[in-house]
């Protein structure tokens, strides 16, 4: 049981804290003087004072040991799961520092299966869950975070709910100077008390530019930035504003208007993540389209978009290299929209990948092959 605890944590290949990793290391080769102290993550243990989400245990019918689960309000339906952090209690409240990332072990309809994390870690005692996920609502797709309490005996019999409440919404926008809205942005969101990436967590702005976001306490200042910038422009962009004041603006500092080309992605497993490294679209040698981010997070659903941007006068040539990491690049006709990317995991993928690692050592083992379908 452990070993396939084990496999499907690897053949998941979440690498959100390795890229929360990168993401620090970005920000302080390019702008260090805005680092807060660490101690400051390391001894504030309840700094954060959360509004937890109410989890009940699972009864009946409903029974699922070993899993959280979500139930939402009338007309949503969960996505996926962005993020899930398993924290340690410390003195009563949650450690960010002492917790596991646990969004591999999801399955299709967004529960976190984790009897193999339970068989393998044998913990005990109460934990709190540290989520983002991805909820469809009759007003549209919305990112929703927060915290959970989970009580171990509960989890291990019957199984957990958590619901995750719609509080606080507010509107997260990327654009350009002119202000076009730029499709496809990383944003990251975390807590700007603490050092720049200690409980960062993403989301990525949708057809209008926008993400709507629920769940951020309103009296708490948080950081929202772009920390691979977007596109050509890969300087990170960052502001800073309450959880509920609406609209936070990142503006970047391209201009002119911007298409973006959107194909679909089958990753291995629901909790799979992947790095887009790059995009080898040139005319006359000069580039002419760019990976809109450089991360395809998880939760988004059976099929992930994968999205090339450039400015709409200028036309893509017929073929196009995509580079992800280790896989094998692959050569597509960009203007052809039903092309669908097919990501295979490897049974010999490395146990090792289950350390947090920077995106260049995830990188470094081979995983699997990469294909294409229509």
């Known amino acids: 049981m452990r070993t396939s605890f084990l496999f499907v944590a690897v053949a998941a290949l979440t690498c959100a804290a390795a890229f929360a990793y990168w993401v620090s290391q970005r920000w302080r080769a390019t702008d260090g003087a805005r680092q807060a102290p660490v101690a400051a993550q390391l001894e504030v243990r309840d700094a954060l004072a959360p509004d937890y989400s109410p989890s009940i245990a699972l009864q009946g019918a409903d029974a699922r040991p070993g899993y959280v689960t979500w139930r939402l309000g009338p007309g949503e339906v969960i ?34 299966r984790l009897g193999n994390w339970l068989d393998a870690r044998q913990p005990r005692g109460m934990r709190f869950l540290f989520y983002a996920i991805w909820v469809d609502t009759p007003a549209g797709r919305e990112w929703r975070t927060g915290w959970a309490r ?3 005996v509960e989890l291990t019999v019957s199984g957990v709910a958590v619901l995750p409440e719609r509080r606080n919404v ?40 926008e993400v709507r976001v629920s769940g951020l306490e309103p009296d708490r200042w948080f950081r929202f930035s772009l920390p691979a910038g977007v ?26 208007a911007w298409t973006t080309t959107s194909y679909r992605a089958v990753l291995p497993l629901p909790g799979s993540s992947l790095m887009f490294e790059s995009v080898e679209a040139n005319r006359g040698g000069v580039p002419v389209a760019w990976p809109a981010t450089p991360f395809i997070g998880p939760g988004q659903g059976p099929f992930t978009p994968v999205h090339l941007m450039h400015l709409a006068d200028v036309d893509l040539p017929e073929r196009v290299t995509l580079r992800f990491g280790s896989f094998d690049p692959m050569v597509i006709d960009p203007r052809d929209a039903d092309h669908v990317l097919v990501f295979r995991v490897s049974p010999a993928a490395p146990e090792a990948a289950l350390s947090e690692r920077s995106p260049a050592e995830w990188a470094s083992g081979k995983v699997g092959p990469v294909s294409s379908e229509r």
């Open 170 to 209: 507010a509107t997260v926008r990327v654009q350009t100077r002119d202000g076009h809205p730029l499709v496809s942005a990383l944003i990251a969101i975390d807590d700007a008390n603490f050092e720049s990436g200690s409980f960062q967590q993403y989301a990525f702005s949708d057809e209008r530019g």
């Open 150 to 152: 989970i009580d171990l």
């Open 79 to 112: 996505t996926g799961v962005a993020s899930a952090r398993l924290c340690a209690a410390v003195e009563g409240v949650p450690s960010y520092a002492d917790g596991e990332h646990v969004v591999a072990v999801q399955e299709r309809d967004g529960s976190l």
């Open 231 to 256: 596109g050509p422009a890969t300087s990170p962009v960052e502001t800073t504003a309450p959880g509920g004041r609406p609209p936070v603006t990142l503006v970047v500092p391209i201009s002119g």
